[in-house]
């Protein structure tokens, strides 16, 4: 019988409500200068693999790196790309790599999901912004699903898990909490990353 593991991420902040709300809501350019690079492209293939983890204690301050080795299971999303948007990316596919998923033979039939995931079915048209996984071929999404992107519609809005994504004024209303200020489409999103590389 296949075990589901799922790990709910909740963060508490003790801070004033406008830095939570500016720390919360990343801007659409915050989002794009923390990315290496940002594709549109069609889901063609997805595969789990696990990667091995030291558990780990500090003795005299250094880590022991000698007790049992603890997998870690991912998802890796492979891409047909479309469109480069941002960066410099020369190759038909892409690889992204995600933490979370089912590995059946090397992680006895376990399947791990965290709450910060994202997901896409075969044929999916996403946008995503990634950057590279140290020591690895393999992208990852830049912030979770906050980054990554479904295309719905023929006006292309950019959707998070079934959520349509605005974009926000710069100011915080009286509440401290973001101003809508219109959807995010694939259009708005070439605009302002040109806007965003000639202003730089």
């Known amino acids: 019988m296949k075990k589901i593991i799922t790990y709910k991420v909740i963060i508490l902040c003790l801070i004033a409500p406008n830095t939570f709300a500016s720390a919360s809501w990343s801007s659409l350019p915050d989002k794009i200068s923390t990315s290496e690079l940002i594709f549109k492209g069609v889901l063609i293939e997805k595969y789990y693999q696990t990667e091995p983890d030291y558990t780990q204690k500090h003795k005299s301050n250094k880590v022991d ?71 690895s071929n393999l992208y990852q999404s830049a912030s979770a699903y906050s980054t990554a992107y479904t295309i719905k519609g023929s006006v292309e809005i950019l959707t998070t898990e079934g959520s349509i ?6 100011e ?6 973001p101003v809508k200020k219109d959807v995010l489409t694939l259009d708005i999103l070439r605009q302002t990353i040109f806007d965003e590389h000639y202003e730089h």
Do not use: W
């Not at 998802?75 to 479309?82: L, M, P, Q, S």
């Not at 915080?172 to 909490?177: F, K, T």
């Open 172 to 177: 915080l209303d009286e509440n401290g909490r």
């Open 165 to 170: 994504n605005y974009i926000y004024e710069k």
């Open 65 to 135: 790196n000698t007790r049992q080795r603890i997998p870690q299971v991912f998802t890796v999303f492979v891409f047909a790309v479309d469109e480069v948007l941002k960066g410099e990316y020369q190759e038909a596919t892409i690889e992204v790599s995600m933490l979370g998923g089912c590995d059946e033979e090397d992680a006895g039939d376990i399947c791990v999901d965290y709450s910060f995931n994202y997901r896409y079915e075969i044929n999916d048209n996403a946008v995503m912004f990634v950057n590279h996984r140290k020591n």
